[in-house]
């Protein structure tokens, strides 16, 4: 049987920061899970009052015994409220809305401050993401928007946080770790340029589309998931209300998103980059589409909750999540 060998830094990290894994629910920073070391002006700023102490030892200066000593209390001072000023707190996730790939995954983290001492200038960060400052309120939150690039179709998975301080002075720096499980769904990037297909060949499917609408028809009362094309914009100037042209045949307007619809030579990341672009146009369409997969079909619908389970399904075709 062989082990895997463990370096002695991950050995000491293991034992001083004695990771738990991601956890679902809120973290709250107990003492035991907060750093804290000098940082470099601290450390500068120690070497200063050392100096100071030895001249003043060697020359027997009593002004300099008193200004050593005075700086010494605000140094135990700034520690204490550096420590402080994150002791306490609790971390949760709030959203992470779905995203397509090359757009950046949003997560949201609060902050609650159950304290009557407000928190100041607390930063917050994680591998990838841009760090972000906040200050919480006595007794109140803070929302915070974690940024994180999206270079593929899947889960990304929110890597570890780190909560960090340096108040007030800045001679401290103390921190603490938070991993939850939370993960934000990834739908493929859309092709760019591509067009709905022509009808699938079932007589009750499909609706041309590339070449025009139908005659018109009339119009309706407009609905959110209709296409900005279609609303006609004279009765909206006159202040008479949003409308949405219909035009004739357009009640048969249900479609099949078909994998086996493409070329015989192309991708799968192609594929479903085109598919996910079909999905879209379809929906700003107000058609009723179904898609089908090789290992899934749904059936033609419409809607904001049909949009997404095909999104899903495309963003997670072939892992191990399907």
Request: glycine content about 10%; aromatic content about 10%.
């Amino acid at each position: 049987m062989r082990f895997a060998a463990v370096s002695p830094l991950s050995r000491l990290k293991r034992l001083l920061f004695q990771p738990t894994g991601p956890i679902p629910g809120p973290i709250e920073l107990t003492h035991r899970k907060i750093f804290i070391i000098p940082s470099r002006f601290g450390a500068g700023f120690a070497l200063l009052l050392l100096i100071l102490l030895v001249g003043s030892l060697n020359y027997d200066l009593s002004l300099g015994y008193v200004l050593a000593f005075w700086l010494v209390g605000i140094g135990h001072a700034s520690m204490y409220h550096c420590f402080r000023n994150q002791s306490r707190l609790r971390l949760r996730y709030g959203k992470a809305q779905p995203v397509f790939a090359g757009h950046p995954a949003r997560f949201e983290i609060v902050i609650d401050n159950p304290t009557q001492h407000a928190r100041r200038a607390l930063n917050l960060a994680a591998t990838g993401a841009e760090p972000v400052m906040a200050d919480v309120p006595a007794q109140g939150n803070a929302d915070v928007q974690l940024e994180l690039p999206t270079h593929q179709r899947g889960y990304l998975l929110l890597p570890r946080l780190t909560l960090s301080n340096r108040y007030p002075l800045g001679l401290f720096y103390a921190w603490s770790y938070a991993e939850f499980d939370v993960r934000c769904l990834v739908y493929p990037a859309p092709e760019q340029g591509t067009e709905l297909p022509p009808p699938s060949g079932n007589g009750k499917l499909g609706k041309r589309q590339g070449d025009g609408f139908d005659d018109f028809a009339g119009l309706r009362p407009h609905r959110p998931s209709d296409s900005p094309r279609h609303i006609a914009w004279k009765y909206a100037a006159r202040d008479e209300g949003l409308y949405t042209k219909q035009f004739s045949g357009e009640s048969s307007g249900r479609m099949w998103l078909d994998w086996q619809q493409m070329p015989a030579g192309m991708g799968v990341e192609a594929r479903l980059s085109r598919l996910t672009a079909w999905v879209l146009l379809a929906d700003q369409s107000g058609l009723e589409y179904g898609l089908r997969l090789p290992s899934k079909e749904f059936a033609p619908n419409a809607g904001p909750a049909h949009r997404h389970q095909c999104l899903q399904a495309l963003a997670l075709f072939g892992l191990e999540d399907v």
